[in-house]
């Protein structure tokens, strides 16, 4: 796969889990240039010594300058779960490394018509989103950017965002908002044409594109990319019934479906953030089930899912055929 031999130039720590690398050509030559939205593989090594390419999306400068031809800018999330590539570029790689990468690719592209733009960041997501909103700040062209998180000391390129955007940018907390953000809100406020690029974990995707179509935009206006393929879907699945007790909404979750997303489906927004179990913004409380829980989360304590009172949505599902939720 490696195409171009890079050296790891200098790194910054952006927030307590995401590092910037700047990638510099070897030789100093021109590397392949690429626009907003593009992505390089970087051949990273895992935890038993294999290596395997891993995609990076390229952020292309900081929130003023773009970087010179030679260079190609990174942020890149440490995932202590999974095979251990964004650890060796976290943990093992350091300035002077070397490194083996491919040639851009482009599968999330900024289109170059005039339009209004909606961008979306969640997390890590704001990667190829800032690298956007740079291109059309300097094209003097419309956005609104907002910015999703569920810690905000973990926002990579927080202050660049605020500055590129004058201070518009929309930023959201999960852990601390009452609501989840209002995307349908924001997509009507757009005035015609608009368009929606969207860049985050796989549920909050779900969520942004089901808001946009909700508010009008057709799935021509709406771009999407996500860092990570979707929930497995477990052989063991098997559909059953919620209740949402306070608002009275009842409906089938199906064996290829996780309750958050099927909440969504109906119209109903509980508040979420990674969609994987790992952040902790999900939880409901259980008013009854009639099979035991089934856990797949990381955040609920040992106790809190003994107790059967908790339950994550975005992950977790009842081994019966009937869930009463307090919501
Ligand atoms: C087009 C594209 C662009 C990407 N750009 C970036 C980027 O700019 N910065 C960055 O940190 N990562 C980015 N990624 C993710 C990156 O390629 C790796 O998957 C990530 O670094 C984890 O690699 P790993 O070997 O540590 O874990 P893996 O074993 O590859 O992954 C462990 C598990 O976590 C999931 N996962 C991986 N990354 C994420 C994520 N960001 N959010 C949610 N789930 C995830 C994987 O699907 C897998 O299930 C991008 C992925 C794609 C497809
Ligand atoms: S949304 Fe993060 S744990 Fe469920």
New binding site residues.
């Given amino acids: 796969m490696p195409q171009y031999d890079v050296t790891v130039a200098s790194i910054r720590a952006l927030t307590p889990t995401i590092r910037e690398l700047v990638l510099q050509s070897k030789d100093g030559s021109a590397l392949p240039p690429y626009a907003p939205g593009a992505?390089i593989e970087i051949q990273v090594t895992?935890d038993g010594g294999k290596e395997e390419p891993?995609?990076?999306?390229l952020i292309g400068g900081t929130a003023t300058e773009d970087d010179p031809a030679n260079i190609y800018r990174?942020?890149?999330?440490r995932?202590a779960?999974?095979?251990?590539?964004?650890?060796f570029l976290c943990d093992t790689v350091a300035v002077g490394s070397n490194l083996g990468i491919s040639a851009p690719r482009n599968?999330f592209a900024l289109e170059t018509h005039p339009m209004n733009r909606l961008l979306v960041a969640g997390g890590?997501g704001i990667?190829p989103i800032i690298s956007m909103a740079r291109r059309l700040k300097r094209e003097g062209r419309p956005f609104t950017l907002a910015y999703m998180s569920c810690d905000a000391d973990n926002m990579a390129y927080r202050d660049e965002v605020a500055a590129l955007t004058g201070g518009t940018a929309i930023f959201h907390d999960e852990s601390v908002e009452a609501a989840p953000l209002d995307i349908k809100l924001l997509a009507q406020k757009m005035t015609y044409p608009s368009e929606l690029y969207v860049c985050g974990?796989y549920a909050q995707n779900k969520a942004v594109v089901a808001a946009a179509e909700a508010a009008g935009l057709s799935r021509l206006q709406i771009h999407e990319?996500c860092?990570?393929?979707p929930p497995v879907v477990l052989p063991d699945n098997a559909p059953f019934e919620v209740l949402l007790r306070l608002s009275g909404l009842q409906f089938q979750v199906p064996a290829d479906s996780s309750i958050l997303e099927t909440m969504l489906q109906h119209g109903h927004t509980p508040k979420f953030y990674c969609g994987?179990g790992e952040c902790g913004i999900c939880p409901m409380t259980v008013v009854s089930a009639d099979g035991p829980l089934e856990h797949r989360d990381h955040t609920l304590k040992p106790e809190e899912k003994a107790s059967g009172k908790k339950i994550c949505i975005c992950v977790s599902r009842v081994k019966g055929t009937r869930l009463v939720l307090d919501a």
Avoid: K, M, N
């Avoid at 891993?54 to 999306?57: F, S």
């Fill in positions: 992505h895992l891993r995609a990076y999306a990174i942020a890149v999330e995932r779960e999974g095979a251990g590539g964004s650890r599968d890590i990667a974990t990319q860092f990570a393929p994987r």
